[in-house]
């Protein structure tokens, strides 16, 4: 048995991919003759399918074993669950229980979809409810970023989780609710697969090749190549062990302040326990670093069917905010790729409002959600969910995650499924942009029109978040004007200012906005919500929030920053 394994992915109540060929993988010797049946609850035989384990298979990296990697693939299976699995090389046996056949999508990104559910508003609830999730499974993926002994030992205690697994609360917030929803609406099982890690870039889940390919993406190579210059990798270890250790005694210093004074700043925190240290030393034990969760976490998952792919970030990207759409699209390919899938569908999520309070708006969260906006727009199968109305005021974890999550699945269900229509899923996002000039008034007007808006809009007042935005703006000597609508247009000169606004369409659908401003005769550029954080007050009629938008691009050359203070999950 000792060289006759199985992906640490397959295990008992693991969720398998219905009516796709599922994909069973793992190591054997040489020559070894692999053979895996799958039977139904009543032990009778769904298929079976055998392959050869070959020289020619690729023999896993840093495996000191004389394993290679086998892979075959079973028939389509519709829904159903109870099934048992089993896996021989000719010598041994391997069995799985309590396996069903349902929808299994992968929970990625960063901190917000690592975000656990004990932690969100809505988790207590959930968890004292021994039903809620009954036709939910979880597997969350090995979460080391360095491939040493404690990392295979680690793995190999992995597992598929069922609800009556005490560790439920550690899952995906935003992954649950949405395969509770899914698991409803389709009535089948729902299997999530997470994958995802606090205050990472888009780079640490993608193949080096990938980020090779493009100039402004081989950034973060060299980036991190300039970082690292001159150490070994036993340097870099030990520089990263040690910055863990002052890691791990700054957060419990932390603890012990917040117990005193609960609410404290983060900028306050550190004028009395000193800089936090966090992300730590560029290190090849570092898990930030470019292409390392890809080779720890993603593939040691390739090729499990999935079904799709939820995506919630961007947030640790915001410091090339550019590149983003590159960056992503790139991902995106590179996961298609490896999964074999060329239409594996991606339901993403568009950052919300936020911005913390001490620091001046950067407007590279702005730039973030645009990028976002322009993946939805170029890739096929690549569908935005709109979270700009769902942002937490100084705070980049917001604490609800039901609504976004449900947001998601009707993304799934409108364009993966096909059971609602597209429409009721869609935020209005901006379609066109035409400007009309009246040489005898000497003024100007933009109309906008949209896409996903045909029964056009809705003002929501938003006085709390304008008041926070006019707080921080105060904080950096700035004033938020009294005609502020959170529509803008500007002329030539770039220069922006704050525009009226006014609905507008034929047959009564007030599916077009006009903007003018007495400041600006021929306005030739417009946007809408261009800050990190502040109100949202123009929804459509589903109830979905506008996304953002800017028409015209004035400052591509400015320089952006990290927010002053990174926040990330401590799991």
Request: net charge negative.
């Amino acid at each position: 048995m000792k060289n006759f394994t199985l992906a640490a992915v397959f295990s008992d109540h693991m969720v398998l991919q219905r009516n796709k060929y599922i994909s069973i993988f793992g190591q054997a010797e040489a020559g070894s003759l692999i053979k895996a049946s799958l039977y139904d609850d009543k032990g009778e035989l769904l298929c079976q399918n055998s392959t050869i384990c070959n020289s020619s298979d690729k023999k896993e990296q840093n495996d000191e074993s004389a394993a290679l990697r086998w892979s075959l693939e079973l028939e389509p299976q519709t829904a159903q669950t109870n099934c048992t699995l089993l896996v021989t090389n000719g010598e041994a046996e391997i069995k799985f229980s309590d396996i069903a056949i349902g929808e299994v999508w992968l929970a990625g990104g960063q901190s917000n979809m690592e975000f656990e559910l004990q932690n969100c508003k809505e988790g207590p609830a959930e968890l004292t409810d021994a039903m809620a999730g009954k036709n939910v499974r979880f597997y969350y993926t090995n979460k080391i970023g360095w491939k040493d002994q404690h990392f295979y030992e680690a793995e190999r205690n992995t597992c598929w989780q069922t609800w009556e697994s005490p560790a439920k609360g550690a899952w995906s917030a935003v992954g649950y609710f949405f395969a509770k929803k899914l698991a409803q609406d389709l009535d089948c099982v729902v299997g999530l697969v997470g994958c995802n890690w606090g205050g990472t870039s888009a780079s640490a889940w993608m193949r080096k090749e990938y980020l090779e390919a493009d100039r402004d993406l081989n950034t973060y190579l060299t980036d991190y190549a300039q970082a690292t210059s001159g150490k070994s990798i036993e340097e870099q270890c030990k520089e990263f062990d040690d910055y863990e250790i002052e890691n791990a005694k700054w957060q419990e210093k932390f603890s012990r302040l917040w117990e005193k004074q609960p609410g404290i700043s983060w900028a306050e925190a550190e004028k009395v326990l000193g800089k936090n240290p966090w992300p730590g030393p560029a290190s090849c034990k570092n898990p930030y670093r470019p292409c390392g969760l890809y080779d720890c976490m993603v593939s040691r998952i390739l090729p499990y069917t999935l079904r799709g792919v939820l995506w919630y970030q961007g947030e640790s990207d915001d410091h090339k905010p550019r590149f983003y759409s590159k960056l992503f699209s790139a991902l995106i390919d590179n996961w298609r790729s490896d999964w074999h899938d060329a239409d594996l569908p991606f339901v993403f999520v568009q950052l919300p409002v936020h911005r913390y309070e001490a620091d001046p708006d950067f407007k590279h969260w702005c730039l973030v959600r645009e990028q976002q906006a322009k993946v939805a727009e170029s890739v096929r199968n690549a569908w935005l969910t709109s979270a700009f109305d769902l942002g937490q005021f100084s705070d980049i974890h917001p604490v609800a995650k039901k609504e976004l999550a449900e947001r998601m699945e009707k993304k799934a269900l409108a364009n993966v499924y096909g059971l609602i229509p597209s429409l009721d899923a869609g935020a209005p996002q901006l379609e066109g942009c035409h400007a009309f000039y009246d040489g005898e008034s000497h003024s100007g007007t933009l109309l906008l029109t949209f896409t996903n808006a045909p029964l056009g809009f809705e003002v929501h007042e938003d006085k709390v978040r304008l008041e926070e935005y006019k707080k921080m703006e105060a904080n950096q000597g700035l004033t938020v004007s009294e005609d502020f609508t959170g529509f803008e247009i500007a002329g030539s000169d770039g220069i922006w200012h704050p525009a009226d606004f006014a609905f507008s369409g034929s047959d009564g659908k007030q599916n077009t906005i006009a903007l003018c401003s007495k400041m600006v005769e021929q306005p030739v550029a417009a946007r809408y919500g261009w800050y990190n954080y502040g109100p949202v007050t123009i929804y459509g009629k589903n109830g979905l929030p506008l996304c953002p938008f800017q028409t015209h691009d004035f400052e591509a050359s400015e320089k952006t920053e990290h927010a002053k203070v990174q926040q990330i999950m401590t799991v």
